[in-house]
Protein backbone atom coordinates (compact mmCIF):
# COMPACT_ATOMS: atom_id res chain seq x y z
CA UNK A 1 0.00 0.00 0.00
CA UNK A 2 1.05 3.54 -0.36
CA UNK A 3 2.91 5.22 2.56
CA UNK A 4 4.51 8.84 3.07
CA UNK A 5 6.33 9.39 5.70
CA UNK A 6 7.46 12.68 7.07
CA UNK A 7 10.36 13.24 9.12
CA UNK A 8 13.22 16.23 10.46
CA UNK A 9 10.16 18.20 11.82
CA UNK A 10 11.74 19.57 15.68
CA UNK A 11 12.04 22.52 17.14
CA UNK A 12 13.47 25.61 15.22
CA UNK A 13 14.25 29.07 16.44
CA UNK A 14 13.41 31.72 14.85
CA UNK A 15 15.66 32.94 12.20
CA UNK A 16 16.52 29.33 11.99
CA UNK A 17 16.26 26.36 9.43
CA UNK A 18 14.90 22.73 9.07
CA UNK A 19 14.50 20.32 6.37
CA UNK A 20 11.27 18.35 6.21
CA UNK A 21 11.43 14.51 4.04
CA UNK A 22 9.08 12.76 3.08
CA UNK A 23 9.92 9.38 1.72
CA UNK A 24 7.30 7.63 -0.45
CA UNK A 25 6.46 4.10 -1.02
CA UNK A 26 3.99 1.81 -2.79
CA UNK A 27 3.89 3.63 -5.86
CA UNK A 28 5.70 5.00 -8.73
CA UNK A 29 6.44 8.12 -7.14
CA UNK A 30 7.44 10.00 -10.54
CA UNK A 31 3.79 9.38 -11.69
CA UNK A 32 2.57 11.52 -8.52
CA UNK A 33 2.72 15.30 -7.81
CA UNK A 34 3.11 16.09 -4.26
CA UNK A 35 2.97 18.54 -1.95
CA UNK A 36 3.26 19.92 1.59
CA UNK A 37 0.72 20.97 3.81
CA UNK A 38 0.50 22.04 7.61
CA UNK A 39 -2.02 22.39 10.67
CA UNK A 40 -1.40 24.72 13.41
CA UNK A 41 -3.45 24.36 16.46
CA UNK A 42 -6.57 26.05 16.31
CA UNK A 43 -6.46 26.67 12.28
CA UNK A 44 -7.45 24.65 9.38
CA UNK A 45 -4.74 23.10 7.30
CA UNK A 46 -3.14 24.96 4.44
CA UNK A 47 -1.11 24.22 1.62
CA UNK A 48 2.48 25.19 1.96
CA UNK A 49 3.89 24.02 -1.26
CA UNK A 50 3.92 21.83 -4.49
CA UNK A 51 5.65 20.33 -6.81
CA UNK A 52 4.62 18.48 -10.21
CA UNK A 53 5.83 15.35 -10.29
CA UNK A 54 8.70 16.14 -12.94
CA UNK A 55 9.81 18.81 -10.53
CA UNK A 56 9.90 21.38 -13.15
CA UNK A 57 6.73 23.00 -11.92
CA UNK A 58 5.88 24.57 -8.28
CA UNK A 59 4.03 26.39 -6.04
CA UNK A 60 4.58 28.18 -2.48
CA UNK A 61 2.34 30.12 -0.35
CA UNK A 62 2.03 33.66 0.04
CA UNK A 63 3.35 33.13 3.69
CA UNK A 64 6.27 31.29 3.15
CA UNK A 65 7.23 32.52 -0.41
CA UNK A 66 11.46 33.32 -0.70
CA UNK A 67 11.65 31.36 2.69
CA UNK A 68 10.69 28.02 1.95
CA UNK A 69 11.55 25.69 -1.09
CA UNK A 70 10.00 22.30 -2.16
CA UNK A 71 12.14 19.64 -3.98
CA UNK A 72 11.93 16.29 -4.73
CA UNK A 73 14.45 13.51 -6.03
CA UNK A 74 12.86 10.73 -7.87
CA UNK A 75 15.23 8.52 -8.46
CA UNK A 76 14.51 8.04 -4.13
CA UNK A 77 11.36 8.76 -4.02
CA UNK A 78 11.51 11.57 -1.92
CA UNK A 79 10.15 15.33 -1.57
CA UNK A 80 12.10 17.81 0.61
CA UNK A 81 10.79 21.44 2.52
CA UNK A 82 13.86 23.29 2.94
CA UNK A 83 12.55 25.94 5.45
CA UNK A 84 14.74 29.05 6.24
CA UNK A 85 13.89 32.10 8.14
CA UNK A 86 11.49 30.26 10.45
CA UNK A 87 8.97 32.23 12.00
CA UNK A 88 6.86 31.53 15.13
CA UNK A 89 3.76 31.35 13.02
CA UNK A 90 5.43 28.26 11.05
CA UNK A 91 4.35 26.17 13.79
CA UNK A 92 2.21 23.37 12.93
CA UNK A 93 2.16 19.87 11.84
CA UNK A 94 3.02 18.92 8.81
CA UNK A 95 2.04 16.79 6.14
CA UNK A 96 3.42 15.39 2.93
CA UNK A 97 0.23 14.23 0.70
CA UNK A 98 0.41 12.69 -2.60
CA UNK A 99 -1.95 12.44 -6.31
CA UNK A 100 -1.67 10.21 -8.58
CA UNK A 101 -0.98 12.66 -11.93
CA UNK A 102 0.64 10.40 -14.92
CA UNK A 103 -0.57 12.56 -17.54
CA UNK A 104 0.34 15.72 -17.18
CA UNK A 105 2.90 17.73 -15.15
CA UNK A 106 1.27 20.21 -12.79
CA UNK A 107 0.78 21.36 -9.21
CA UNK A 108 -2.00 20.86 -7.31
CA UNK A 109 -2.61 23.31 -4.13
CA UNK A 110 -5.93 22.36 -2.71
CA UNK A 111 -6.15 19.67 -0.11
CA UNK A 112 -9.05 17.91 -1.85
CA UNK A 113 -6.60 17.08 -4.68
CA UNK A 114 -4.26 14.88 -2.81
CA UNK A 115 -5.47 11.12 -2.44
CA UNK A 116 -2.96 10.04 -0.33
CA UNK A 117 -1.36 11.88 3.26
CA UNK A 118 1.45 11.04 5.44
CA UNK A 119 1.31 10.85 9.77
CA UNK A 120 2.73 14.59 9.84
CA UNK A 121 5.67 15.96 11.56
CA UNK A 122 5.59 18.43 14.37
CA UNK A 123 7.26 21.65 13.75
CA UNK A 124 8.21 24.25 16.46
CA UNK A 125 9.44 27.58 16.19
CA UNK A 126 10.73 29.32 19.12
CA UNK A 127 10.63 33.15 19.39
Known amino acids: QVQLVESGGGLGQAGGSLRLSCKAS????????MGWFRQAPGKEREVVAA????????HSADSVKDRFTISRYNAENTVYLQMNSLKPEDTAVYYC????????????????????WGQGTQVTVSS
Open 97 to 116: AARFDPYSDNYYSEEYEYRY
Open 26 to 33: GLTFSSYG
Open 51 to 58: ISRSGLAT
